[in-house]
């Protein structure tokens, strides 16, 4: 009995921790993008976006591997199909979210570009 608490307790630290995220934003983005005057602070908010539309590709690559798993192994049963969708709407929210981040990087190198000048 007291092993089989253990390792539902283990599990559940686990599923808490891996849903935390440590340091969701490095910097404080409101005032980051208040106090941009200088190209250096616009490249650094360009790494910034340039940083969540990488790890948004590795959510995308992870998605993609997962709803290949559900597709090609019937044993997930009448749930596949609501699997499937999940894995369909978070590839698609995660692609966007790479978008989004590649276009405000881009407009912040821009803005670096136009202060040197």
């Not at 106090?35 to 910034?48: S, V």
């Not at 948004?56 to 009448?78: D, I, N």
């Amino acid at each position: 009995m007291k092993t089989s608490v253990f390792f539902v307790a283990l599990a559940m630290l686990g599923l808490v921790s891996s849903c935390a995220q440590l340091n969701p934003h490095p910097m404080d983005m409101t005032t980051a993008i208040r106090e941009a005057k200088t190209p250096a602070d616009h490249n650094a908010l360009a790494r910034h976006y340039e940083a969540a539309a990488d790890e948004a590709r590795v959510k995308v690559k992870e998605h993609k591997k997962e709803l290949g798993e559900y597709e090609t192994h019937p044993y997930y049963g009448k749930r596949a199909q609501d699997l499937k969708a999940h894995c369909h709407r978070l590839i698609n929210i995660y692609q966007q979210a790479v978008e989004a981040n590649t276009a405000m990087a881009e407009i912040h190198r821009k803005m670096a570009a136009d202060t040197r000048q």
